[in-house]
Nanobody
Framework: QVQLVESGGGLVQPGGSLRLSCAAS????????MGWYRQVPGKQRELVAV???????NHADSVKGRFTISRDNAKNTVYLQMNSLKPEDTAVYYC?????????WGQGTQVTVSS
């Protein structure tokens, strides 16, 4: 089992940048596949990016080239670097940890992109 806490969200203008962090505790962090998801009211939670224990990454087409997921196992932390932000990126961003059939979620952090 792993506990996840997201941070780094906030208000940013279109074209700006934010870096989200997800701090993990309570388990062996390095073995988990980690992901970032986002959700807005009235819509399904959607995948943003995933990074495996081996460091392989996948990014949703909507964020490819703008967002980058990374992990620092020494700090038990996963990051989401968000550049060239658009109003359509506004959402609550959630961190996710997966090991086999086990899945754990953080509480989320709000990202608002607006002028």
């Amino acid at each position: 089992q792993v506990q996840l806490v997201e941070s780094g969200g906030g208000l940013v203008q279109p074209g700006g940048s934010l870096r989200l962090s997800c701090a993990a505790s309570g388990s062996i962090f390095s073995i988990y596949t980690m992901g970032w998801y986002r959700q807005v009211p009235g819509k399904q939670r959607e995948l943003v990016a995933v990074i495996t224990a081996g460091g392989s990454t996948n990014h949703a087409d909507s964020v490819k080239g703008r967002f980058t997921i990374s992990r620092d196992n020494a700090k038990n932390t996963v990051y989401l670097q968000m550049n060239s932000l658009k109003p359509e990126d506004t959402a609550v961003y959630y961190c996710n940890a997966v090991l086999g059939s086990f899945s754990s979620w953080g509480q989320g952090t709000q990202v608002t992109v607006s002028s």
